[in-house]
């Protein structure tokens, strides 16, 4: 079965730029969205189809997929960027998570 | 407003039966499937498995497939999960999520959330 694969944690000083990587086989002929989660709360989507970002999601925010790896990049990362986030593909019929990264600023 | 609504907490014992729901709202109910997903205390995003309210057609994960099972009543916009037999391994936070609607799957994402219901199983 397609797995996708987050690093556990990733830390970043605020005003700096975060990287959160996902890894899977031949990511980059997929699409990859991107969840951020913060404690108590429900899912929220910040990327979709790699790069785009949904109305009232901060420029900050950003993506790129390639060969085997996605990534999410929060420029300028603030405090309230901190949460958990998720990369999410599809595989024939079925959706794929990663396993998580836990940012902390 | 896209809305989507879930049933409050449930707290059943092993071997019981339980059918929460996902009331949506604001969007056409028929053109977007609804998607359920678990997280277990401490832990990740799971999908357990999808369905097209427009013809109740589903797709599970081979992870839940033998347990659970997905359903909608389109004169109301609800969509339900049921198990017919709990076990405490059930006991987690699930979340409906409404997919959007790109003609290539592959493009597909999760715009909109419920705001998670809480199961406990326990004896």
């Known amino acids: 079965s397609y797995e996708l694969t987050q690093p556990p944690s990733v830390s970043v000083s605020p005003g700096q730029t975060a990287h959160i990587t996902c890894s899977g086989d031949k990511l980059g002929d997929k699409y990859t969205s991107w969840y951020q989660q913060k404690p108590g709360q429900s899912p929220v989507v910040v990327i979709y189809?790699?790069?785009k970002r949904p109305s009232g999601i901060p420029e900050r925010f950003s993506g790129s997929n390639s060969g085997n790896t996605a990534t999410l990049i929060i420029s300028g990362t603030q405090p309230l960027d901190e949460a958990d986030y998720y990369c999410q593909a599809w595989d024939d019929h079925t959706v794929i998570f990663g396993g998580g990264t836990k940012l902390t600023v | 407003e896209v809305q989507l609504v879930q049933s409050g907490v449930e707290v059943k014992k092993p071997g019981e039966s339980l059918r929460m729901s996902c009331q949506a709202s604001g969007y056409t109910f028929l053109n977007y499937w609804i998607t359920w997903v678990r997280q277990m205390p401490g832990r990740g995003l799971e999908w357990m498995g999808r369905i097209d309210p427009g013809d109740s057609s589903t797709k599970y994960s081979p992870s839940f497939q033998d347990h659970i099972t997905i359903s909608v009543d389109k004169s109301v916009s609800i969509a339900y999960l049921h198990w017919n037999s709990l076990k405490a391994s059930d006991s987690a936070v699930y979340y409906c999520a409404r997919v959007t609607r790109e003609l290539l799957r592959l493009e597909r994402s999760l715009d909109y959330w419920g705001q998670g219901t809480l199961l406990i199983v326990s004896s």
């Open positions: 189809q790699d790069s």
